[in-house]
């Protein structure tokens, strides 16, 4: 969206324009290189052939099997996080921020060692390989642990310190866990460290298992189709469309940025990135209609966090979710949509009572009507509806996001003939580049996540080797039964001792990361407590997501915050305000067997009278955090409404009915104190 084209629109700070830097300094994948042309155009040229692979492993599949592609792919995408992201520092300058001779000593070394399973000269060949399983040679052990040590420094680069650690800690596990007091639980007679590098390196898991093979069969394949969605102009028309849908009106601008910030997580899919590019395009507004540096912040930050758990692309954890219980993942995109919805709800009524609290104006804005918008581009609605389209036909949806990513390219080169001045060749020319150009940048944006899911695999492959899983899981229990006899206690405790350490892991390492981990501890934890798959799952998450927006981390949040120019603290505790409501609804997936009908899995009266008392819910929730019904709200409404929504989220009709004569009281409360405040007022004015 250019300054000429919205002239009434305010200049952001100088300090606050480069938003690309923003939101790559604060997102959990660390800052890429600006790259010189030479080192640019290889790096370009190799994603480019990257997703060309990934494209073709769709519809002929490479006849060596599954993981031959996975030896392929890492090898492939390896090398590039090395020539892509710095190892540390600062960056360089302006025009050059090239690799050092040592960032392509690595890149070569992954180069060959991510080739070396299949290379005929090295290893003998893919089937020989294949044939030392748990006898590996010298070589082997040698090129299995360079690639562990290549895949952890990626994984530090991309994201940090913190996963890197976690899997050297869990390989030590491994090792030495033959020294552990043998009356410990988790102790075990040690691995060796050959059979180890076994495990990793040549077994269909580790490496290559689950975690990679989701993102090089599905992730990929949605970030090659938001790369394109958004080289097709989605991403500004679902902006303008947003502006155009509410009109002039106090609360228009909150509501704007919070249907904004759901349509870009689409294009998007990372909470971080669509938080920046809300907040460039929104804050202008948001800071004439009054809002503080703060409250925008902390909306900009939970608007954008929305954009991993929205259908119909979610985050990438999802599709681990739809591997790891051998479901579709359309039903994965069904059992988000309540939630979903109930996330958005509670930002909304945050946002109704914050625009009054502190008195917000309406701003005038020059966006037309919503409907020209739509007649003009609103077939960018029809590629993401496409893909639901295809999943219910059941197309896979490794074939169905390309479909849809085709369906994006057509309407893209239909606008770019439309409105091409310089004649159809130069039109035509022009798609074609952006197109190509889409699907360089969608491979080298997944480079993170494949980073984090090769690593992932250390983790899980030492969990099954030595049965850690299990023990933890046990031990969460355990701890539960220690405070009580109870089976529903039992059930209550576990799921909070669950969601704590959900969310103190995902302060620590990147969503995907965080769930995979989780799903692997915490899972059996609560299966042994007759939780079902797709509720515990659900449950792992959404709390796995939420820790984006949880001090003292919340890193949408503070990249929020470096675009309004408030303080970091006070946005964050802004941003987990506005999300409080999302913090407790996934607890009700789980507490009863109710709860499934928040992921759409029991009849339709279930389902109705359970939204309706969640929402209710979420609006005690809004009234307990905002402070406002029918005006400010007293510590006594409050302390009315906190336990009427608490009871409304344990879905059993018994504890609902209690919930709502809470909330009735409450509401009552308020009107009596709002009308005597009202009438002492008037006696004041008289």
């Given at each position: 969206?250019?300054?000429?084209?919205?002239?009434?629109?305010?200049?952001?700070?100088?300090?606050?324009?480069?938003?690309?830097?923003?939101?790559?300094?604060?997102?959990?994948?660390?800052?890429?290189?600006?790259l010189s042309r030479r080192p640019e155009l290889l790096v370009y040229l190799t994603a480019l052939a990257v997703a060309l692979l990934v494209l073709r492993q769709v519809f002929f599949p490479l006849t060596k099997g599954n993981q031959f592609y996975l030896v392929i792919f890492l090898g492939c995408t390896l090398p590039l996080v090395f020539l892509s992201y710095?190892?540390?520092?600062?960056?360089?300058?302006?025009?050059?921020?090239?690799?050092?001779?040592?960032?392509?000593?690595?890149?070569?070394?992954?180069?060959?060692?991510?080739?070396?399973?299949?290379?005929?000269?090295?290893?003998?060949?893919?089937?020989?390989?294949?044939?030392?399983?748990?006898?590996?040679?010298?070589?082997?052990?040698?090129?299995?642990?360079?690639?562990?040590?290549?895949?952890?420094?990626?994984?530090?680069?991309?994201?940090?310190?913190?996963?890197?650690?976690?899997?050297?800690?869990?390989?030590?596990?491994?090792?030495?866990?033959?020294?552990?007091?043998?009356?410990?639980?988790?102790?075990?007679?040690?691995?060796?460290f050959g059979q180890i590098i076994n495990a990793l390196y040549n077994d269909a898991s580790g490496f290559y298992g689950t975690p990679l093979d989701v993102a090089a069969s599905y992730i990929v394949l949605f970030t090659l189709y938001g790369a394109v969605l958004s080289a097709s102009g989605a991403g500004q028309f679902f902006v303008d469309f947003s502006f155009?849908?509410?009109?002039?009106?106090?609360?228009?601008?909150?509501?704007?940025?919070?249907?904004?910030?759901?349509?870009?997580?689409?294009?998007?899919?990372?909470?971080?990135?669509?938080?920046?590019?809300?907040?460039?395009?929104?804050?202008?507004?948001?800071?004439?209609?009054?809002?503080?540096?703060?409250?925008?912040?902390?909306?900009?930050?939970?608007?954008?966090?929305?954009?991993?758990?929205?259908?119909?692309?979610?985050?990438?954890?999802?599709?681990?979710?739809?591997?790891?219980?051998?479901?579709?993942?359309?039903?994965?995109?069904?059992?988000?949509?309540?939630?979903?919805?109930?996330?958005?709800?509670?930002?909304?009524?945050?946002?109704?009572?914050?625009?009054?609290?502190?008195?917000?104006?309406?701003?005038?804005?020059?966006?037309?009507?919503?409907?020209?918008?739509?007649?003009?581009?609103?077939?960018?609605?029809?590629?993401?509806?496409?893909?639901?389209?295809?999943?219910?036909?059941?197309?896979?949806?490794?074939?169905?996001?390309?479909?849809?990513?085709?369906?994006?390219?057509?309407?893209?080169?239909?606008?770019?003939?439309?409105?091409?001045?310089?004649?159809?060749?130069?039109?035509?020319?022009?798609?074609?580049?952006?197109?190509?150009?889409?699907?360089?940048?969608?491979?080298?944006?997944?480079?993170?996540?494949?980073?984090?899911?090769?690593?992932?695999?250390?983790?899980?492959?030492?969990?099954?080797?030595?049965?850690?899983?299990?023990?933890?899981?046990?031990?969460?229990?355990?701890?539960?039964?220690?405070?009580?006899?109870?089976?529903?206690?039992?059930?209550?405790?576990?799921?909070?001792?669950?969601?704590?350490?959900?969310?103190?892991?995902?302060?620590?390492?990147?969503?995907?990361?965080?769930?995979?981990?989780?799903?692997?501890?915490?899972?059996?934890?609560?299966?042994?407590?007759?939780?079902?798959?797709?509720?515990?799952?659900?449950?792992?998450?959404?709390?796995?997501?939420?820790?984006?927006?949880?001090?003292?981390?919340?890193?949408?949040?503070?990249?929020?915050?470096?675009?309004?120019?408030?303080?970091?603290?006070?946005?964050?505790?802004?941003?987990?305000?506005?999300?409080?409501?999302?913090?407790?609804?996934?607890?009700?997936?789980?507490?009863?067997?109710?709860?499934?009908?928040?992921?759409?899995?029991?009849?339709?009266?279930?389902?109705?009278?359970?939204?309706?008392?969640?929402?209710?819910?979420?609006?005690?929730?809004?009234?307990?955090?905002?402070?406002?019904?029918?005006?400010?709200?007293?510590?006594?409404?409050?302390?009315?409404?906190?336990?009427?929504?608490?009871?409304?989220?344990?879905?059993?009709?018994?504890?609902?009915?209690?919930?709502?004569?809470?909330?009735?009281?409450?509401?009552?409360?308020?009107?009596?104190?709002?009308?005597?405040?009202?009438?002492?007022?008037?006696?004041?004015?008289?």
């Open positions: 969206m250019s300054r000429a084209t919205r002239p009434e629109r305010e200049r952001l700070p100088e300090d606050s324009t480069d938003t690309g830097g923003i939101a790559a300094s604060h997102d959990e994948e660390k800052p890429a290189r600006r710095r190892p540390g520092g600062r960056r360089g300058s302006a025009d050059r921020d090239d690799p050092s001779w040592y960032d392509w000593a690595l890149s070569a070394l992954a180069l060959l060692v991510g080739f070396y399973p299949v290379l005929p000269f090295a290893s003998g060949g893919f089937d020989e390989f294949l044939d030392r399983q748990g006898s590996l040679s010298t070589l082997d052990v040698l090129a299995g642990s360079l690639l562990l040590l290549l895949v952890l420094e990626a994984t530090r680069r991309t994201t940090g310190w913190i996963l890197p650690v976690i899997c050297t800690a869990f390989v030590g596990f491994a090792y030495y866990g033959g020294f552990l007091p043998q009356n410990w639980g988790i102790a075990h007679a040690g691995v060796d155009a849908a509410f009109k002039r009106s106090r609360t228009a601008p909150g509501r704007t940025a919070v249907l904004s910030g759901f349509l870009l997580g689409t294009v998007s899919g990372s909470g971080t990135a669509t938080a920046v590019s809300l907040g460039s395009i929104t804050w202008p507004i948001l800071r004439r209609a009054g809002y503080p540096q703060e409250n925008a912040g902390g909306l900009l930050a939970a608007s954008g966090i929305g954009a991993i758990l929205s259908p119909p692309t979610l985050g990438a954890a999802a599709f681990i979710i739809a591997e790891y219980l051998q479901t579709s993942y359309l039903t994965v995109l069904i059992w988000a949509c309540v939630p979903t919805l109930l996330y958005y709800l509670g930002i909304v009524f945050s946002v109704e009572a914050d625009a009054r609290r502190f008195g917000a104006k309406s701003v005038d804005t020059e966006h037309g009507s919503p409907w020209k918008l739509l007649l003009r581009g609103g077939y960018h609605f029809l590629s993401l509806a496409i893909i639901v389209v295809f999943l219910a036909m059941n197309i896979p949806p490794f074939a169905a996001v390309v479909y849809a990513t085709g369906v994006a390219a057509l309407f893209a080169l239909a606008s770019h003939l439309v409105r091409g001045t310089d004649g159809p060749g130069r039109a035509v020319l022009s798609w074609a580049r952006s197109i190509v150009d889409a699907l360089s940048i969608g491979v080298r944006g997944a480079l993170p996540v494949v980073a984090v899911c090769a690593a992932a695999g250390v983790i899980t492959s030492t969990i099954t080797k030595t049965g850690l899983g299990q023990e933890l899981a046990d031990a969460l229990v355990q701890a539960a039964h220690a405070l009580s006899a109870d089976p529903t206690v039992i059930l209550v405790l576990t799921v909070v001792f669950s969601a704590l350490a959900v969310g103190v892991l995902g302060l620590a390492v990147p969503v995907t990361a965080s769930f995979i981990i989780a799903w692997v501890v915490i899972g059996p934890a609560l299966g042994e407590l007759g939780v079902a798959d797709a509720e515990r799952a659900m449950f792992i998450f959404y709390y796995a997501v939420l820790s984006e927006v949880t001090p003292p981390t919340a890193l949408a949040a503070v990249a929020a915050a470096a675009i309004t120019g408030g303080r970091v603290i006070p946005t964050m505790m802004q941003a987990w305000k506005y999300t409080l409501p999302a913090f407790l609804v996934p607890i009700a997936f789980v507490l009863t067997d109710n709860g499934s009908a928040l992921l759409l899995q029991t009849d339709p009266v279930t389902v109705l009278w359970v939204l309706a008392a969640s929402v209710v819910a979420v609006g005690a929730l809004s009234v307990v955090t905002g402070g406002w019904l029918f005006g400010p709200v007293s510590p006594l409404v409050r302390v009315l409404f906190a336990p009427g929504a608490l009871c409304l989220l344990y879905l059993e009709p018994p504890v609902v009915a209690a919930g709502l004569g809470f909330c009735v009281l409450g509401a009552l409360a308020q009107l009596v104190l709002r009308r005597k405040a009202t009438s002492e007022e008037e006696l004041d004015a008289d």
